[in-house]
């Protein structure tokens, strides 16, 4: 069982910054792909960001491209979400997610379905 809290989020002027953490329980976390999803009211959760195992890889959505970076810290058992220039369309629930299957030769999904564990969400509201 894993267990995944997210801290972070708040309200934030455009062209502001703030960073995601999300902290994991349970054993192997080295072994996780770990993503950030958003969703607003009335659609579907979307990806946002992914980190493989280790920290090798990370893959980000054409949306947030250049404006994010996620990393991770395996003695810690953190995943972090640094947003910048931050817009108004960036207003969401921001959730963390584990994936503890993937093999290192997988590339981790942008599939929320893929991903087994939730954390409870942290929410960002970029005002104009």
């Known amino acids: 069982q894993v267990r995944l809290v997210e801290s972070g989020g708040g309200l934030v002027q455009t062209g502001g910054s703030l960073r995601l953490s999300c902290v994991a329980s349970?054993?192997?976390?080295?072994?996780?792909?770990m993503a950030w999803f958003r969703q607003v009211p009335g659609k579907e959760r979307e990806f946002v960001a992914a980190i493989h195992r280790g920290g090798r890889d990370t893959y980000y959505a054409d949306s947030v491209r250049g404006r994010v970076a996620i990393t991770r810290s395996d003695p810690k058992k953190e995943v972090y979400l640094e947003m910048n220039n931050l817009k108004p369309e960036d207003t969401a629930v921001y959730y963390c997610?584990?994936?503890?299957?993937?093999?290192?030769?997988?590339?981790?999904?942008?599939?929320?379905?893929?991903?087994?564990?939730w954390g409870q969400g942290t929410q960002i509201t970029v005002s104009a």
């Open positions: 997610a584990a994936d503890t299957s993937i093999i290192l030769s997988s590339t981790p999904s942008t599939n929320s379905g893929s991903y087994e564990y």
């Open positions: 349970g054993p192997s976390f080295n072994r996780y792909a």
